[in-house]
């Protein structure tokens, strides 16, 4: 297999705005949604901003030469509670509604991560940790439709109230929104700074998150290993090297984040001090009543607390663009190269296998097979044996075009794979791998899987001929009972069992087989090759193994070594030419 990608890269920061317009796209089809939106969010700071002003007039009232009129007061302060009613219900709904669009956003961007996943080429899976992917998934989606769903309506609110109270600030006095100023462009520029110092922070800080989840994916994966190895203290090392990592690079992008809120709204409270001082000074001169500098006070409290806000909330979108750069970065991945055009649908196949002079490698100038040629009658059986690493899972990567050869050709039937769509290719043969898979369901969903349409009598034949229909009546749900997630309620021995009456059920002319029978017992073992010859009757089957005792009756054996076949031929020819073959079945015995 191709090496894996190393742990703990970190992504570049890409192009911010680039990135904002494809998260927007999303929301394109509810665009008239956001619209409405927009106009709500508009209506409900309009009420939001009335509200100082009724203030300061009922304020203006209570303020007299030693009366009050206390029904203007009441009507004023009645007219304050209802715009802030009236803004806080509408502020409610259409954060309701900026919820449930993010669900859907969230729903849908998951939906185009999977299917492109269910496009990749293996070589993706190959070289990238599976945690590293579920947290792209998972993860990373949350953050961006957090983002949507709450961080947009914040900002859009913040910005409505900006500007609205800067209008209004102008009408009641100029000279109280200079002092203002003063301040302003420091916070705009503090903020931009800021920004600048955390948003590779975040980039760090997703890459790193990643990292962790596919150490702890692949851990808890080969916990029994783990185990068995008392190798308990080791992986928790481990983990707490990365897990600090993680916490760092969390906790440097929010520390330099999270300073940018407090310094931001120091540096409002130093406009609202100055403020307060020339509105004094004003109120002494004559120049500005009560009721203006009251209402000035309230509108300037508007106008720096959505500076403040917006400061804090940068610092999420810069987080949220990050985890989108590797979303989006999953999404740009290449899918598997197209069929040619001239590509047809492998028909009627018999099962003639032909390579030709066929070199590959991985990696670019790291060839793994040389100049490999063989040739697989109909229905022959074609063993192929050498030590790890010989090449022999990448024959079979190559046989079902989970890789595209360097140089020379594979033919099926006496066309070439390229000519083939890849789709009919990979159904023309069944699989029985030594990594045994499946899935949450029940039994019979589990050995139908792969035929559309299977019926119970079809899948209690295969069950039988791979002998494990008696141990399946034995359950107490017979063929509904479930499996629990990744299997984890039957044996090993059992789970192999499942896939190989799934690879009898699913009638094709060509077999893979790698290693189908190494987690069953001696016992089992036997009925299982019994059960394997049958299956193989006819079929042109390739068959990786390990205890060469299994492929004595192979047609053909290709002996593999540093990616060269070294001998081929029956088991008895080999045996014969006392080679590398022979060796190697001797060592078995020692």
Request: hydrophobic fraction near 45%; glycine fraction near 8%; charged fraction near 20%.
């Amino acid at each position: 297999m191709p090496p894996v990608g190393s742990r703990g890269k970190i992504e570049k920061p890409k192009d911010a705005k680039g990135t904002l317009r494809r998260i927007l796209q999303y929301m394109t089809v509810y665009r008239y949604v956001v619209l409405a939106l927009l106009l709500c969010t508009f209506a409900s700071n309009i009420g939001n901003l009335l509200g100082p002003s009724f203030a300061g007039k009922a304020i203006g009232a209570a303020v007299g030469q030693g009366q009050v009129d206390f029904d203007t007061v009441a009507y004023y302060a009645k007219c304050m509670l209802a715009a802030y009613l009236f803004s806080n219900i509408l502020s409610f709904l259409v954060n309701q509604v900026m919820m449930r669009m993010g669900r859907r956003v969230a729903y849908k961007m998951r939906k185009d991560v999977f299917d492109k996943l269910m496009t990749l080429p293996v070589k993706y899976f190959d070289r990238n940790q599976a945690g590293d992917i579920i947290s792209r998934v998972s993860y990373d989606i949350d953050v961006v439709t957090t983002c949507l769903s709450a961080d947009l309506i914040q900002i859009l609110t913040g910005i409505v109230t900006v500007v609205g109270s800067f209008v209004m600030m102008c009408i009641i006095s100029p000279p109280l929104v200079a002092c203002l100023c003063v301040t302003l462009p420091l916070s705009i520029f503090f903020t931009r700074y800021m920004s600048k110092r955390t948003r590779p922070l975040y980039s760090k800080r997703s890459a790193a998150y990643g990292e962790m989840n596919g150490y702890v994916e692949e851990m808890f994966s080969g916990q029994k290993t783990i185990l068995a190895y008392a190798y308990e203290d080791d992986v928790c090392r481990d983990f707490s090297a990365i897990n600090q990592k993680a916490a760092d690079a969390y906790c440097a992008a929010d520390t330099l984040g999270m300073t940018t809120g407090p310094t931001i709204n120091m540096i409002n409270n130093l406009g609202l001090s100055i403020v307060g001082m020339a509105g004094a000074a004003l109120y002494m001169l004559g120049l500005a009543g009560m009721e203006q500098i009251s209402s000035f006070v309230l509108y300037s409290r508007k106008f720096c607390g959505p500076v403040n806000e917006i400061a804090n909330i940068i610092n999420e979108i810069y987080s949220a663009l990050a985890a989108a750069e590797r979303v989006f970065a999953l999404l740009d991945q290449p899918e598997e190269v197209a069929d040619l055009p001239q590509a047809l649908p492998l028909s009627e196949v018999q099962g003639d296998v032909e390579a030709r002079h066929v070199s590959f490698g991985y990696l670019p100038g790291k060839t793994i097979l040389h100049d490999l040629s063989f040739k697989a009658e109909p229905g022959q059986t074609i063993a192929i044996v050498g030590h790890t690493g010989a090449g022999k899972t990448t024959i079979i990567n190559l046989l079902m075009r989970f890789y595209d050869v360097d140089s020379g050709e594979i033919r099926v039937d006496g066309k070439g794979l390229l000519d083939i769509t890849r789709d009919s290719l990979r159904r023309a043969y069944a699989m029985v791998l030594q990594d045994t898979w499946v899935f949450e369901g029940t039994i019979f969903e589990n050995i139908a899987y792969g035929k559309e349409g299977a019926t119970l009598d079809e899948v209690i034949q295969a069950a039988k001929a791979a002998r494990i229909h008696n141990y399946i009546m034995q359950l107490p749900a017979g063929y509904d009972t479930v499996i629990s997630e990744d299997g984890g309620n039957i044996s090993k021995g059992q789970k192999q069992l499942l896939t190989i009456a799934r690879a009898m059920l699913y009638d094709t002319q060509m077999l893979i087989l790698d290693e189908a029978t190494s987690n069953v017992d001696t016992n089992t073992e036997q009925k299982v090759q019994k059960a394997m010859q049958q299956l193989m009757q006819g079929r042109t089957s390739f068959v990786i193994a390990h205890r060469l005792s299994t492929i004595q009756n192979a047609d053909k054996i290709l002996v593999m070594e540093h990616g060269d076949v070294m001998e081929q031929g029956t088991h008895q020819e080999l045996m014969a030419k006392k080679g590398v073959y022979y060796r190697l079945y001797a060592s078995q015995f020692e």
